[in-house]
């Protein structure tokens, strides 16, 4: 591997008071880490063309073994540099576990485990698990998707609110009641074989309290200690803030998500390497194309760059996305990697997810037309493009597990949730949508997350309703899944919709037109956003279309064979290929 040192954390009573030793080809015993808790020790191991095996490390105290633990030095991945993550050639499917589909009944109690199946409360567990997935891979890839962005599946022991899997109680473990490690490792290469590439959900900002870490913790600032329960501030504007003061930074990075939540403070380096290895373990014992890393603002940001770094030096081709939940342009751009910023700063992660296009999607298509107001905060959001590393490596979507669903932000109108769709599929970026979405799920995030994460229908036991199947679905629904798979076919063979560039034309009338196009190709997309047809002349286009004699609409199959004035339906979009 590009880095050749590994350092492992043992834990056990009194560990500190032993002398560990090595003996196996390739393994130098080089440094041996005591920190203020006996019952730790951490040893560095330089791994020099060592063949995959098992050898013993012994701990020895007067000559005797007090302990010996047989360590495994995996196979690696086979061409794991080589990895290929999700780009703008990719679509996301985003699904809860919990949630999607129960493929194993028997894993919905677990012994040891502190919650249980409860589908009465809709905050407790519904029974979801990756046998489910597995089971329904099949209705996601022909929609047309590519990738899947599934939250978190490892092991939350949580007595409450376990099901949304934000609270890790063990790294290294996926939770029982979604499955074991080997049902992960096949959920990615099931994936794999129908071309979708598995996006796991990481976070290092926090950990449950109920991680047995916080019943012995390696380090005194293992976490961020506060007098008393200290809370972080989500002002993730201190972080840039060249007035801001330094209580408010502090508290905004080191306050804690939730009371159970601890913050993990990631400046104390064992952590950090901890972390950094968790990722490299994952990668190359899953195979795994992505990472959508939590909370990023949140974390440390100089050891998140450590992280990307590390990440990028391994897998070049590798792929993350990192949630910075600020819908403010010169803000999320500080996040995406790739380039310095202005202060030095390179956080060495790919991509973010574009919150500001989030923020302009739902009132962009419910409002009227004004001077900022209606498809103009499409048009404004991506007129910022300049200030991003590389804004076509942006994550584009209309909701998530946290916010409102998309078809309630805009008033559950479905002719405008397919223009919606239209654009998260045609605007430059990685398209994402959120299960339900193609079901006409509605929710607003206040009535509590529980309910926002409804259930997919037909993935459980006495569901009345099978929404995996087209007859299971009503007409409507079938509307937009035809929608969704139509302009997925589209999208996944047009490379100008992956890598094209994006010319925009300021809305008039409600109507908003954008080109893709590279050498060979153009596209071009309108929304109409008038609930009355209405006639567009697209001479004002010209510099786009000059070279094409017709457009035909993909959707409609409508041809025009002229660039003059065009008559388009209300609330429709277009997506026209140009000949
Ligand atoms: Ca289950
Ligand atoms: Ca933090």
Redesign the pocket.
Known sequence: MHHSTLQVMVYADNIGNTRPSVDYPGVTLTDIILVNNPNYIFLNLEITDADPGTFPIRFRNAGNDVYVYDYELKRRLPNAEQIKGFDASDAIYLLMPDRFA????S??QVEGMLEGVNRDNPDGRQ???IQ?IIDHLDYIRDMGFSALWINPLLENNQPEYSYHGYATTDFYQIDP?FGTNEDYKRLVEEAEQRGIKIIKDMIFNHIGDQHWWMKDLPDKNWINNWDEFTKTSYRITTILDPHAAESDYRKMVDGWFDGHMPDLNQKNPLLATYLIQNSVWWIEYAGIQGIRMDTQPYADRFFMSDWGKYLMAEYPYFRIVGESWIGVPSLMSYFQGGEIQFDGYDSHINSVFDFSLYDAIGPGFTEGEGWSEGLMRLYNSLAQDFLYVDPFQLVVFGDNHDTDRIYTRINQDKDKLKMVLTHIFTTRGIPMIYTGTELLESGYEHDGHGELRSTFPGGFPGDKTNAFTKRGRTRNQNDIVDHITELLQFRNESEVLHYGLLKQFVPENNVYTYFRYDEDETVMVVLNSNDKDIELDTRRFSEATINFNAATDILSGKTFNDFNTWKIPANTSMVLQLK
């Open positions: 129960n493929g194993n009944p894993n919905d029974g979801g698990d489910g009641r």
